[in-house]
C-alpha cells in the first residue's frame, strides 16, 4: 500500500509561489508510476476542493479552474515524488493541500496566503 507525505507548505504573501512536494513510499518506482496522482485542497469552512491531477507518465495534467494557468503539477517517477508548482497565490488558495494515488492520501502540508 503506498504512502504519501506532503511537504513544501509555508506562509506566503499574495502574488507569491510555492512548490509542494508527495513523496511515496511501500511501493517500488514501477508501482508508482502506474498511478495517476491528484492534489486537493481543504480550507477552513470549505468542502475538499480538486486542484489538479497528472497521469500514470506525467504526460497530461488536468487543473481546477481556480487554478489553471497559476499551477503546474510534474512528476518524477524515479524519484516516486509528485510536484505542484504555485505561482501567482491568492488569498483563496489558503488551505491544507493533500495528494491522494489509488485509495490513499498524505496527511496533507498547510498553505496560508496572507500579507
Known amino acids: 500500500q503506498v504512502q504519501l507525505v506532503e511537504s513544501g507548505g509555508d506562509l506566503v504573501q499574495p502574488g507569491g509561489s510555492l512548490k509542494l512536494s508527495c513523496v511515496a513510499s511501500?511501493?517500488?518506482?514501477?508501482?508508482?508510476?502506474?498511478?495517476?496522482i491528484k492534489w486537493v485542497r481543504q480550507a477552513p469552512g470549505r468542502e475538499l476542493e480538486w486542484v489538479g491531477s497528472i497521469s500514470s507518465s506525467g504526460m497530461q495534467a488536468a487543473y481546477a479552474d481556480s487554478v489553471r494557468g497559476r499551477f503546474t503539477v510534474s512528476r518524477d517517477n524515479a524519484k516516486m515524488t509528485v510536484y505542484l508548482q504555485m505561482n501567482s497565490l491568492k488569498y483563496d488558495d489558503t488551505a491544507v493541500y493533500l495528494c491522494?494515488?489509488?485509495?490513499?492520501r498524505g496527511q496533507g502540508t498547510q498553505v496560508t496566503v496572507s500579507s
Open positions: 491522494k494515488g489509488g485509495n490513499n
Open positions: 511501500g511501493v517500488s518506482a514501477l508501482m508508482f508510476s502506474s498511478l495517476g
